[in-house]
């Protein structure tokens, strides 16, 4: 079976308080959804690597494939948990040490 | 090299300083090169200075725009002869579909933008694309609808995005995404800015070039053309005086 590549990507979250990782991720698939759909959605693997609290810096994984579909929907979120918001994407790898490297 | 990336729309209202000031900051903290801010066509130079001064010490280049929404066609020709040369790029918004063609034709016209929210004012259809591409007009879009829509209203924004973006490449037309943005929450980083473009068919290069490289050729070759050095295109004073 071939192996699915993956990316990593480094996000800077702009809002008032700290969102629970559910909510940032909520937000995120529903940005994802409202765009492409359960189907599109479905398709991209989106999984919550690490919450940095303090920085909020959020590191999230995606599979190559939907890479851009995942950006887009990212710069559509205008809100997270009911709170306005905006997500940046600081940084984009195929490896988490390269990231962590990155930011 | 380092792409440079431009938001040729900030749609803030210039006299409004505070406002300015904030998106200003951030969009030189987001890495922008270039920035611009529609002025209606009676501007004074005064105030584009005081403008250009506070950008400059974000080391960002401000660009002079005008924002022109002419009822006619002879009335988009009247305010083009008045400003061309008092601005360095020049857009008109496009309410009907005379003022569309005839923008599309006038060389002087850099921009064209059409109402995000009347999808019947969308006037930019193969024929329109067939004189801009004779002329040196680019299509402009604006993000910011596509976060701030929701629902029905935003599908049917991107299907006409889709359609008019295709049409578009058919005919080799330059598209320039700007942000279109009055509020600091709504301010994208230039690459997630361009990443939207993806929405609506670029790919990654196109849609890369549509916030870089397509709006700053733009400024390029109208600064060029209202230097005193330019005689034509292409040819342009070196040297002036008795010995040459």
């Known amino acids: 079976m071939k192996r699915v ?99 | ?12 209202n210039p006299k409004d300083q505070q406002t300015f000031e904030r998106l200003i ?3 030189a903290k987001f890495g922008y090169s270039y920035v611009s801010v529609p002025f209606n066509y009676e501007a004074t130079q005064e105030e584009s200075e005081k403008l250009r001064a506070f950008c400059s ?9 005008a924002d022109l929404r002419p009822r006619t066609e002879n009335e988009l020709t009247h305010c083009l002869r008045k400003i061309r040369r008092k601005f360095e790029v020049i857009c008109v918004v496009c309410d009907n579909k005379e003022v569309a063609r005839q923008a599309a034709k006038d060389r002087r016209v850099d921009l064209l933008s059409f109402p995000s ?14 004189l801009a591409c004779n002329s040196l007009a680019a299509l402009e879009v604006d993000v910011t609808s596509l976060l701030v829509l929701e629902g029905p209203a935003r599908i049917r924004l991107l299907s006409s995005l889709r359609r008019e973006i295709a049409i578009a490449l058919e005919f080799h037309v330059p598209v320039v995404v700007s942000s279109g943005v009055g509020d600091e929450r709504f301010m994208r980083m230039p690459r997630d800015m361009a990443s939207l473009g993806f929405l609506f ?11 870089s490289t397509n709006p700053v050729a733009i400024v390029k070759r109208n600064r060029e053309k209202l ?3 330019f005689v034509a295109p292409g040819i342009s004073v070196v040297k002036e005086g008795t010995d040459c």
């Open chain 1, 5 to 103: 590549k993956r990316r990593y990507l480094a996000l800077q979250l702009e809002t008032e308080g700290v969102p629970t990782e559910k909510e940032f991720m909520d937000a995120v698939w529903g940005a994802v959804a409202r765009l492409y759909g359960e189907v599109g959605a479905s398709m991209t693997s989106l999984a919550l690597i690490n919450l940095d609290v303090e920085r909020k810096v959020v590191v999230i994984r995606t599979s190559l494939a939907t890479l851009d579909y995942v950006r887009a929907s990212l710069a559509s979120i205008n809100s997270v948990a009911g709170k306005e918001a905006g997500v940046h994407v600081l940084g984009v790898s195929g490896t988490i040490k390269a990231l962590l490297k990155q930011l």
């Open chain 2, 1 to 12: 090299m380092k792409r440079a990336f431009a938001d040729l729309h900030l749609h803030i």
């Open chain 2, 25 to 27: 900051k951030r969009a």
């Open chain 2, 57 to 65: 010490g974000f080391r960002l280049d401000f660009v002079l725009r």
């Open chain 2, 117 to 130: 929210l009347d999808y019947h004012k969308r006037f930019f259809d193969r024929s329109e694309a067939e």
């Open chain 2, 201 to 211: 068919g670029f790919d990654e290069a196109y849609a890369l070039d549509a916030a």
């Open chain 2, 227 to 229: 230097s005193s050095r």
